[in-house]
């Protein structure tokens, strides 16, 4: 399941290093907390910001294919997110970089949505950098993955050895350049749109788990709902749509194909109903969310439902079937729950601060010490020595986006589900030597946002790993024991859900 078995040390080793490219703008550094009110570049102060509800919303979207090719790739292309290392054999579904830019009066925000493993902060500070020379807000400028674990290693520790890395610099300029000119031709289309948005739920009784994720990790939980949105212009046609769902994207995770899984099958099925251009965001990923094992509902190349002897057909291995299946769902019931909404007229407020985490895994210290994985040190907030050593913290940027009823929230690694939707107290016995471990409690995002459609938008600004709660780690050799390789900071889950709540709450 995941990587739990698949050379575990060198999934340690490697992995780890990734962290370290992992790092946050080194702007408006000037609060320990996050909260940099007094910056040029944040649109929230310490008073309530209101906006007039007269300025029209516009939006635009589109989409670039990203794929790896002999010209754009020219090194072997080792995918991401396993071991042992995967060379690439053909491409299934071709890779894309989606984006969907949204403006209103003087505010402007661009979602960028990439088919990869993770980027990394470095990366995503450099793309940034040169859209704000075309007068965009660096900081309102989101760029996630979608975690797919069947694209190119863009992370650095998937190449040949341990030592070695498998990113493509060639390539990496290539996407680069490839998000910087759709996000300049996005921009010159805005037209003003109207809003639907709504949450659904997932829940399907006849598979063996009815969220249509598994959780590998003690207590079992999984996000019950997606959500989504659609921009619709004057004329009544979809600009866009934003699709926001809680799952790896790995149904075929051991496969030498290039594909983007699942979501590649979610926009298709969405463009295909409303036209315009598909945004799909991945959600709480952490807990190994994962549609590995999980029982689907088939679906042909119609997205029509698949019968065995008069009863439903169900998938349940990985085959680009259950890929497709899989896909054709997810978008179904976010088309459903469109389609019953009300449309609306909204105002957008954009709010971003800064996370300061400290790095106390030695794993991720010496990634760092040793310069194996791509990081810059205009990524490393080195102003706080008591606090962060003298290595420095990453500093990472948490956004948080209010559009009508809808509220988005971006994390800068794998959150566990629970950080989203809470938890009650449960106790799991792990038998000898072991035994007896209470989760407490815990209040779910959800909860701060108090919104009627939440997103939550994974591995955005980079790719941190998994953001554990600070209660849930385990000693080494525990049957759970896994994630803890994996993490930046021991208090980082605890220090992220401050800094959404006092967000959330106004502070």
């Known amino acids: 399941m995941l990587l739990k078995n698949l050379f575990h040390m060198a999934l340690i080793i490697t992995l780890g290093l990734t962290m370290f490219a992992s790092c946050g703008d080194g702007d408006d550094s000037n609060s320990e907390s996050g909260n940099d009110d007094e910056s040029a570049d944040d649109d929230h102060d310490d008073d309530s910001v209101s906006f007039p509800d007269a300025d029209s919303l516009l939006a635009a979207a589109g989409s670039a294919v990203i794929t790896p090719t002999p010209e754009n790739h020219p090194e072997t292309v080792y995918l991401g997110g396993i071991f042992p290392p995967r060379t690439s054999t053909g491409v299934h ?3 894309k970089a989606c984006a969907l830019i949204l403006k209103q009066g003087d ?5 960028v949505s990439l088919d990869f493993i993770g980027f990394t902060r470095t990366r995503i500070r450099e793309i940034q950098e040169r859209l704000e020379v075309y007068g965009f807000v660096k900081d309102h400028i989101l760029i996630a993955s979608t975690h797919t674990h069947e694209a190119p290693d863009t992370m650095g520790v998937f190449g040949p050895n341990v030592l070695t890395s498998g990113v493509s610099p060639a390539y990496m300029r290539f996407v680069q350049d490839t998000i910087v000119e759709l996000a300049l031709e996005t921009s010159r289309r805005l037209t003003p749109v109207t809003m639907r948005a709504a949450q659904a739920p997932v829940y399907d009784p006849l598979s063996n788990f009815p969220t249509l994720t598994a959780d590998s990790r003690q207590p079992e939980i999984t996000v019950d709902y997606l959500s989504a949105a659609a921009f619709d212009d004057e004329n009544g046609e979809t600009v866009a749509t934003l699709v926001n769902w809680h799952a790896h994207p790995e149904v075929m995770i051991e496969s030498t194909l290039v594909s983007p899984d699942f979501p590649a099958w979610t926009r298709r099925r969405m463009e295909t109903l409303y036209g315009g251009t598909c945004v799909y965001i991945s959600g709480a990923l952490g807990g190994l969310a994962s549609p590995t094992g999980v029982s689907v509902p088939a679906r042909d190349e119609d997205g029509q439902a698949v019968y065995e002897d008069g009863e439903p057909l169900y998938l349940t ?18 088309a459903d729950a469109l389609d019953r909404a009300d449309t609306q007229t909204p105002v957008l407020s954009i709010r971003v601060e800064k996370l300061l985490l400290p790095v106390d895994n030695l794993i991720m210290k010496l990634a760092f010490v040793t310069g194996l994985v791509e990081y810059d040190m205009a990524d490393l907030d080195r102003d706080h020595p008591f606090q962060c050593g003298f290595l420095g913290c990453a ?13 988005l929230v971006t994390s800068p690694g794998e959150t566990f589900p629970e950080t989203v939707t809470g938890r009650l107290q449960s106790s799991v016995d792990f038998g000898a030597p072991w035994g007896e471990f209470t989760f407490p409690a815990m209040e779910g995002i959800d909860d701060f946002l108090a919104a009627e459609v939440p997103m939550h938008m994974s591995v955005c600004g980079d790719e941190t790993g998994y953001i554990i709660p600070e209660s849930d780690f385990h000693a080494p050799g525990h049957p759970d024991y896994y994630e803890e390789d994996l993490y930046f900071g021991r208090d980082t889950e605890t220090r992220y859900r401050e800094l959404v709540r006092t967000m959330a709450l106004g502070g």
């Open 93 to 95: 579904d071709d890779l």
């Open 107 to 111: 505010r402007q925000l661009v979602i």
């Open 317 to 334: 291995e990985g085959t680009w079937g259950k890929t497709r299946s899989l896909g054709f769902v997810v978008a179904d019931i976010a």
């Open 395 to 407: 500093l990472e940027p948490v956004a948080l986006i209010r559009l009508g009823n809808m509220a």
